[in-house]
């Protein structure tokens, strides 16, 4: 899965299929802002529960 952009902000998913975990960094405006952490099982994360978690960032952050 590549970068989302949403309203002017871009997340960009990262993961370790060996640990099972990843990240996805979230920009504005090309400044880096925070990581989102995330586990997941299996070959690699799925893009639904991806777009989730950018879904609820966006929402709680009213974006």
């Given amino acids: 899965m ?3 952009e949403r309203n ?7 993961y370790s299929v060996i640990n099972q975990n990843g ?3 979230v920009y504005h ?3 880096f802002l925070e990581e ?5 099982s299996g070959k ?3 893009p639904d529960e991806i777009e989730k ?3 609820t960032y966006c ?5």
């Fill in 2 to 4: 590549g970068a989302v």
């Fill in 8 to 14: 002017g902000y871009r997340f960009e998913p990262e």
């Fill in 23 to 25: 990240g996805i960094h």
């Fill in 29 to 31: 405006k090309g400044e």
């Fill in 36 to 40: 989102i952490k995330f586990s997941f």
């Fill in 44 to 46: 690699f994360p799925n």
């Fill in 53 to 55: 978690l950018i879904d």
């Fill in 59 to 63: 929402n709680q952050r009213g974006i």
